[in-house]
């Protein structure tokens, strides 16, 4: 059938005007040519001194296979100089945890019923998008339960101490991740909360993993929030396998499919399912993504529609039917979740069509282009980045969760469009650009980690961030590893190797700022470790120019000098661009000083068609003066 829809904003080129139609400049899905440019589909099987694991094609090694230089290297390295990560590391769950502790003995683990209320509103008035606990429990239902708990300690279940047990721990770790430990538990925070960790995973034991009750599910997917949300390098693949029993347990108790099929239940517990279903399915794909292994939940095998946009209050149990979502655009708690289902949607597709063995057709990828831009150009205003002048007082978190909506975009069409990076022009010429989309979204996502790093986020801590800011960082290494080789192959000449036009001093420049963020994190991160050397090995190879020269991107400010935030740095426009933002201190142009930047001719000229051809040259943006004061 063919497609008539018009091109999303997010998307658009210069043959992909609001006014054209995708069927007038790309291929529909009924498309049937083949995409076998670059096999992105690939997949490795990596052997070391514990045994040997799958690299799929989402993962960052995957793409690292395509960059010799860099695998060599690291295959000559018989001992990498890798934190180790003890036994301790690992979910409790998985580490031969006691679970002979008898009933009595888990009840005396409970502190006093004072500490405990903290504890418990700790958890419901700390909110970070990157631990998504909150949005796990109703509020009035549990505090509910909480105040029968403490009435009747005697009658109370495993599973509800269990689920107690998560949420002190979840409370402890969120001031760690923070920084505002309270004076009376300072150095304490970290060692309690791996106390009720252990805690909650014994109750689990204790009371039977695979009981078919609301509560136990939920003291279980806190529970992998707690292991997920841990400090330092995170046993990835064991958390990944703990999620597994979540998707089987919510399999087990029907999650998967709308609750709308089952009359049997309330209008409540409908709604709640919804809520809770969504947070497993979304944990499933970004683990599925990070892995490079197959989702556990294939679209075939889930109906479960969105949760509606309601403020918690509008929810209880009695209630005789649900009242309808509000729109989209009236911000509410579950706001960020409905827009993440939206935005994941299509990176679940991206994860099935790359573990797929099946050949994709032109058509499809297009098609799954503009489905991920579709999603993103639903996202409500008020979750999309924005100039800082817009943002400055918009809460923390709210600027975080832009972040994250952007990011998962950005990640999935990098894996989408990667296989065009080295595709010869006339191949792709029906396609909306889809190696421009690539390198895009590579430059995006570093961008991000240097918004995050800004934002004083503590992202190096979460393997998901870790594996996306990576994946960007090779792609752009293999960008400029393909762009030179192009150059020696057409003039024959070695010396050609090293001409960088405006682009690759774009991606070298974003690549630098990444480097300096990841040096940071060296002494508590392997992914850091890996990233540092991975660009010093390309710097060497490459013969990358020094990081003081004008590439047209500014460099990364350290941390300890004062830094304005993200959202000066980024917007949707620009962050589609990869390039210097208003509000950014630029690099000091060579000739002349610095006093402006022309930011309504930039506007201006990225809406001509000229200007998505690539980097151009800013120059001609740019005020030259005496002024010192730069």
């Keep these: 059938m063919a497609q008539t829809s018009t091109v999303p904003a997010s998307m658009q080129t210069p043959e992909s005007s609001p006014d054209n139609k995708l069927s007038e400049f790309s291929p529909a899905s009924s498309d049937s040519r083949p995409v076998a440019d670059l096999d992105t589909r690939k997949a490795s099987l990596v052997k070391n001194a514990t045994g040997q694991h799958f690299i799929g094609a989402s993962h960052w090694e995957a793409v690292l296979q395509d960059l010799a230089v860099i695998k060599d290297h690291f295959e000559e390295q018989q001992e990498p100089q890798y934190l180790s990560i003890p036994d301790s590391r690992n979910p409790a769950l998985l580490s031969g945890i006691s679970c002979e502790l008898s009933k009595a003995d888990l009840m005396d683990g409970l502190p006093s019923k004072e500490f405990s209320d903290r504890l418990i509103s700790r958890f419901f008035d700390t909110y970070d998008p990157a631990v998504p606990s909150r949005q796990l429990l109703h509020k009035p239902t549990f505090m509910k339960d909480y105040a029968a708990f403490w009435v009747n300690l005697e009658q109370a279940s495993l599973s509800s101490l269990g689920k107690i047990f998560s949420v002190y721990c979840l409370a402890l770790q969120s001031y760690d991740r923070q920084d505002d430990e309270p004076l009376d538990l300072r150095g304490m925070t970290i060692d309690l909360s791996e106390t009720y960790r252990k805690r909650s995973a014994q109750c689990l034991l204790k009371s039977n993993i695979s009981t078919p009750s609301r509560h136990h599910l939920e003291a279980f997917l806190l529970y992998g929030v707690s292991e997920y949300a841990r400090v330092g390098d995170e046993a990835v693949v064991a958390q990944w396998f703990i999620l597994g029993m979540m998707v089987r347990k919510a399999f087990h108790m029907g999650y998967h499919r709308d609750p709308d099929e089952f009359p049997n239940l309330s209008p409540f517990e409908k709604e709640m399912r919804r809520r809770l279903w969504a947070h497993v399915w979304q944990i499933d794909t970004l683990y599925s993504f ?137 191949h792709q010429s029906n396609l909306p650009r889809p190696r421009d989309l690539c390198i895009q979204s590579a430059l995006s996502l570093l961008r991000i980690q240097v918004g995050f790093h800004r934002e004083r986020n503590k992202w190096f801590r979460f393997h998901l961030s870790r594996h996306d800011f990576l994946l960007a960082a090779v792609i752009l290494f293999l960008i400029l590893g393909n762009k030179r080789q192009h150059r020696i192959a057409r003039t024959g000449r070695e010396a050609d190797a090293n001409a960088y036009d405006d682009e690759d001093l774009a991606l070298i420049r974003a690549l630098y700022q990444s480097r300096e963020i990841w040096a940071e994190h060296t002494a508590a991160s392997n992914d850091a470790q890996t990233a540092c050397r991975m660009f010093d090995r390309m710097k060497e190879r490459f013969q990358l120019p020094s990081a003081d020269m004008n590439m047209g991107m500014p460099l990364y400010a350290p941390s300890s000098q004062t830094v304005p935030n993200v959202d000066m740095l980024i917007s949707e426009a620009d962050t589609n661009m990869g390039i210097a933002t208003p509000g950014q201190e630029p690099i000091i142009p060579t000739t002349g000083q610095y006093t402006d930047f022309d930011w309504t001719g930039w506007e201006a000229a990225f809406e001509n068609p000229a200007m998505n051809e690539g980097f151009d040259d800013l120059s001609a943006f740019w005020t030259f003066g005496n002024s010192t004061n730069v």
Aim: some cysteine; hydrophobic content about 40%; glycine content about 2%.
């Design 290 to 426: 990070a892995l490079g292994l197959p989702s556990s939940v294939s679209k075939s095998r889930s109906n479960v529609a969105s949760p509606r946009n309601l403020f918690e209050e509008e929810l209880h149990e009695d209630m005789a039917e649900l009242p309808p979502s509000r729109p989209a655009e009236v911000m509410t708690p579950i706001s960020f979740t409905i827009a993440k289902l939206n935005i994941l949607r299509g990176l679940s597709a991206v994860v099935d069509h790359l573990n797929s063995l099946e050949e994709h057709t032109y058509g499809q990828i297009v098609e799954m282009n503009q489905q991920l831009a579709e999603a993103l150009d639903s996202v409500p205003q008020f979750l999309r980045i924005k100039p800082w002048e817009e943002s400055a007082t918009d809460p923390k978190p709210l600027r975080l969760q832009r972040l994250q909506i952007r990011m998962f975009y950005d990640k999935a069409t990098c894996m989408l469009n990667r296989r065009f990076l080295n595709t010869p022009e006339e």
